[in-house]
């Protein structure tokens, strides 16, 4: 599959043209466009798209009483908390039905008749259905420095050798501990966290992302369990084992903190490394269930993911400082947390960057 950029295809001379094309006109230009990429990248590709940016809100069908007029149709809007790319532009090939058979209920069966490709970045598979989740080429970058986040600075880099001192960690280290993903996607950064050789614990709302996270985990060669429907309701104590090497709640990360509480207090050695919260534009309502994710006998990381304007990313560097300096006072706890780096991942549009902010949490 070919997956063009935000855009293609789009300007008024594009739009005139295509609309004035006869079908196979249309389709002709499609079939050369994929020979001419396949010509330079040397890969056979059967499927044309479009990738437009992914809505902040979606329209939604309600029925509505109208009187004696009947019932109508009304369009509502509503928040787009599963990330769907509705703005997908199909272009040419079999991407799968548009709609599931049990509407909002996702089946087996919608799995079997959805198109999903793979790709691999890093080294690492990872699988999505694209006509119901999104895929960002862009992550890439954040990915490989996950990668290496616990590999020791270049000696040739002193000033960075003596600020990260704390991070370098060998494998067998990694390998007792647990991330936590609150917004797991596909796996985007859940399978660099399990490729460390980590155990991570995922929070993810659209099924399709899970089954995309699914498969691409067997891909890699990792046992994955899914928590959903009706096992959700069961104990927490029965659901996530030590010898588990990725665990995917399909809920709301709202009990996240919860179900980790109640994972310890029951003797799960659930040492947290790291928590991701790579929701955009911007993840702060997990942010305070993060910290308390982490816990406070453990030093680790946590990721934030924002958009942020170029201009004010120092000043939302001192508000995320201030704000977990507040948390930490009242908690009355020996523990601190210091935003030590702000990653600049990609550009979210003109003069706004993706930055990840890393807030390290350790005690004193």
Not at 106 to 127: E, M, P, Y
Not at 354 to 360: M, N
Request: with cysteine; net charge negative; glycine share 8%.
């Amino acid at each position: 599959m070919v997956l063009l950029p935000s855009g293609s295809f789009t300007s008024p001379a594009w739009k005139k043209a295509l609309s004035q094309a006869s079908p196979d006109c249309r389709d002709d230009l499609w079939q050369i466009t994929l020979r001419k990429i396949r010509d330079k990248t040397r890969e056979e590709a059967t499927h044309l798209a479009a990738n437009d940016g992914i809505p902040l809100t979606v329209a939604t069908q309600t029925a509505v009483e109208g009187g004696a007029h009947g019932s109508r149709e009304d369009q509502q809007r509503h928040e787009n908390i599963l990330r769907s790319p509705v703005g997908l532009r199909v272009l040419r090939g079999d991407f799968g039905p548009s709609e599931t058979t049990l509407g909002l209920i996702v089946t087996s069966d919608d799995f079997d008749r959805a198109l999903w490709v793979c790709t691999k970045q890093n080294g690492i598979h990872q699988t999505w259905a694209p006509r119901w989740t999104m895929f960002s080429r862009g992550n890439i970058k954040e990915k490989a420095r996950l990668l290496s986040f616990h590999d020791a600075p270049s000696p040739a880099n002193e000033e960075a050798s003596q600020l990260l001192a704390h991070r370098p960690q060998a494998r067998t280290m990694l390998s007792k501990s647990w991330a936590v993903d609150l917004y797991a996607g596909i796996g985007y950064f859940v399978f660099s966290y399990a490729k460390l050789g980590m155990r991570v614990l995922c929070w993810e709302l659209n099924p399709w992302s899970v089954e995309g996270l699914r498969r691409g985990a067997h891909a890699n060669g990792w046992p994955v369990k899914v928590i959903q429907g009706r096992e959700l309701a069961r104990p927490s104590r029965e659901l996530v084992s030590e010898s588990d090497k990725i665990v995917v709640f399909l809920e709301n990360n709202d009990k996240a903190a919860m179900r980790v509480q109640e994972l310890r207090s029951h003797g799960l050695d659930l040492a947290v490394r790291h928590v991701n919260c790579g929701l955009l534009p911007r993840s702060d309502d997990s942010w305070e269930a993060a910290r308390t994710i982490l816990g406070p006998a453990q030093d680790g990381w946590l990721h934030l993911h924002e958009n942020v304007g170029v201009n004010d990313i120092e000043r939302r560097r001192k508000e995320i400082q201030e704000l977990f300096d507040g948390w930490d006072e009242r908690g009355g706890q020996d523990s601190r947390a210091e935003v030590e780096n702000v990653e600049l991942v990609k550009t979210f549009a003109p003069d706004v960057w993706h930055c990840v902010f890393d807030v390290y949490h350790y005690n004193v």
